[in-house]
């Protein structure tokens, strides 16, 4: 069975191995990278919910011209931050393995 869903409550070991849990991302072209949760090297104690969330595994949600307003972060500040957690030097975020 092949089900999408934005419910990060999913993302939980004791549902899914770590095979069938798999993230799509649009690049700045328009273009989707379908790849799974297997191409990152996780840590046995790490939840993959909270890791999500953090941006450790990418396929962050951006909103385009959504206006932040209730926040006060606005959308540009919201994309620099989401930029900077695919940055390479970023020491506290896992690093995906080679492609399998």
């Known amino acids: 069975m092949i089900f999408a869903t934005h419910d990060t409550n999913l993302l ?3 549902l899914f ?3 069938q849990i798999w993230f799509t991302e649009k690049d700045h072209s328009g273009s989707t990278d379908l790849y799974s949760l297997v191409e990152y090297e996780v840590p046995e104690e790490a939840t993959y919910e909270q890791d999500y ?3 450790r595994y990418g396929a962050i949600p951006y909103l385009g011209s959504f ?3 209730s926040t006060g972060v606005s959308n540009e500040e919201r994309r620099s931050s989401i930029l900077a957690c695919r940055d390479p030097t970023r020491l506290d975020l896992w690093e995906p393995t080679s492609a399998l």
């Open 12 to 14: 939980d070991k004791r």
């Open 17 to 19: 191995r770590r095979d």
């Open 53 to 55: 969330i953090q941006g």
């Open 67 to 69: 206006p932040f307003h």
